[in-house]
């Protein structure tokens, strides 16, 4: 009985779906694009991945170039001073106001040890 019931639902579910299928209008014919009013306005459409490049698999160097291409360049050094440069320059500071006084440091308990 209860399979009968599955079957009656999935015979409705399908005769649903054509019909609502069969009640669709036909699709229209394609027709040429509208053209934009001709006020003057640059309708032209830039897509931003036009210049996209996809993946390129590149070769690697052997472990020992690379290293030698680093110590040439100047070891990490080189990229810290790279990173730096493109950070804005920060100004010292602000002096401590007149008749004020730095904060002193916490006391240490255990002597440093």
């Given at each position: ?45 830039a ?11 590149t ?55």
């Amino acid at each position: 009985m209860n399979l009968n019931i599955h079957m009656l639902l999935a015979w409705l579910a399908a005769l649903l779906a054509w019909q609502t299928a069969a009640a669709q209008p036909a699709p229209a014919t394609a027709q040429a694009a509208p053209k934009p009013p001709a006020s003057g306005v640059d309708w032209h459409y830039a897509s931003p991945i036009t210049g996209y490049q996809g993946y390129r698999n590149t070769p690697i160097d052997a472990w020992s170039t690379s290293n030698q291409t680093v110590k040439e360049i100047g070891g990490w050094r080189a990229y810290a001073k790279e990173a730096a440069a493109d950070k804005p320059q920060t100004s010292a500071p602000a002096a401590q106001p007149p008749g004020t006084q730095a904060p002193t440091p916490m006391h240490r308990p255990h002597g440093g040890h």
